[in-house]
């Protein structure tokens, strides 16, 4: 936990495509495509395809309207065509396709909700009644020195969410009074935003909390930075121009709303580790890993992908098991979903 560091498109309209009145006849369906983040053309090429896949990219290109290309691209990125790593397009059914697109979007609502929730509470407490929850602490330099105080006197657990940066001149990253709660046994769960981690020496000071026992996850954007300890306190961290205020927060509906914040955080962010290697997980997706994901999001089960692959449902399993834990998620379908969020499928 540091005092420092350093938009999901719209869901897609159903209702606006309008399924053919012959399943068979491919040429009765509209080019209507919504609210789709599809190029115009998406359709006709989508209904090419369906005629000559698999089938060279460069061959299909080569027999269509130049600007099918945009259009193809946008149907590779949401999942409804499958390039493998010899250029050939396979066409998916593009029901799996739309249901990660709807899972997103509920994602996206839940934390919305979330937000919401939680900046209610923060009006309410700040304008209305029963403030006596909530102490302001005005300035950056008596904010540092009550983040220190609390991990300093935290029993069980610190959690946060990290963005920013509002308390820049700071001592080194991490500070010793998170060495001393993690040496005495204290557990310390983070989500990081995205941004941070483009700065190396955020990035190094991570690694170095995660090696010493932090459990770290990223997130592309964070709504606010807070932290909370135990189950007593939480203290959101307001940026003011140059300076920063916070707002400590003690036991009340608020502070669990708060808590559930973090959580959903916690569960929609990729793990960081203290390597290099995985701690970078752009090194994905491989050619390998978009083979697999794709089979996955067809429907296929672990013997029909590991024949597809060659390989035994062991290798399946525990490749499968390994992208979960990479990407934070807890089942197959919540794999799906962060894979097509990322770009991946």
């Not at 599809?38 to 027999?63: C, I, M, N």
């Not at 302001?136 to 105080?149: C, D, P, S, T, Y």
């Amino acid at each position: 936990m540091r005092t420092e560091p350093a938009g999901m498109p719209s869901a897609p309209d159903v209702g606006s495509l309008p399924l053919p009145s012959n399943a068979t006849d491919v040429g009765s369906l509209s080019p209507d495509v919504g609210s789709l983040p599809l190029p115009s053309g998406a359709v006709g090429v989508y209904q090419d395809l369906l005629r000559v896949a698999p089938v060279a990219q460069r061959e299909f290109l080569s027999t269509v309207a130049p600007q099918a290309g945009p259009a193809l691209a946008g149907l590779v990125s949401i999942g409804a065509v499958h390039r493998d790593a010899a250029g050939v397009l396979h066409v998916r059914p593009p029901r799996s396709a739309l249901e990660s697109w709807a899972a997103q979007r509920e994602m996206e609502a839940a934390r919305a909700r979330a937000a919401a929730e939680t900046l209610s509470g923060l009006y309410t407490a700040v304008h209305g009644t029963g403030a006596a929850f909530v102490e302001v602490i005005e300035g950056k330099h008596a904010v540092r020195e009550l983040f220190r105080q609390l991990q300093a006197g935290a029993r069980t657990e610190v959690r946060g969410l990290e963005r920013g940066p509002y308390l820049r001149d700071t001592a080194r990253v991490p500070e010793e009074v998170q060495y001393d709660a993690l040496r005495r046994g204290l557990r310390y769960r983070c989500v990081y935003e995205g941004e941070l981690l483009h700065d190396e020496a955020m990035l190094a000071a991570v690694r170095d909390a995660v090696a010493a026992g932090e459990q770290a996850r990223v997130f592309p954007e964070l709504p606010l930075k807070m932290m909370l300890t135990d189950a007593d306190s939480g203290l959101v961290v307001l940026p003011r121009g140059d300076d920063a205020d916070a707002m400590l927060v003690h036991r009340s509906r608020l502070l669990d709303g708060l808590s559930e914040l973090f959580e959903v955080f916690w569960r929609l962010g990729a793990p960081i580790h203290a390597t290099t290697d995985a701690a970078q997980p752009d090194a994905e997706p491989t050619a390998a890993t978009q083979r697999l994901l794709a089979l996955l999001t067809a429907g296929l089960t672990d013997e029909a992908i590991a024949r597809d692959l060659g390989v035994s449902n062991r290798t399946v399993h525990r490749r499968v098991s390994r992208l979960q834990e990479l990407l934070g998620a807890r089942s197959r379908f919540q794999l799906g979903v962060q894979a097509s969020r990322r770009g991946w499928l």
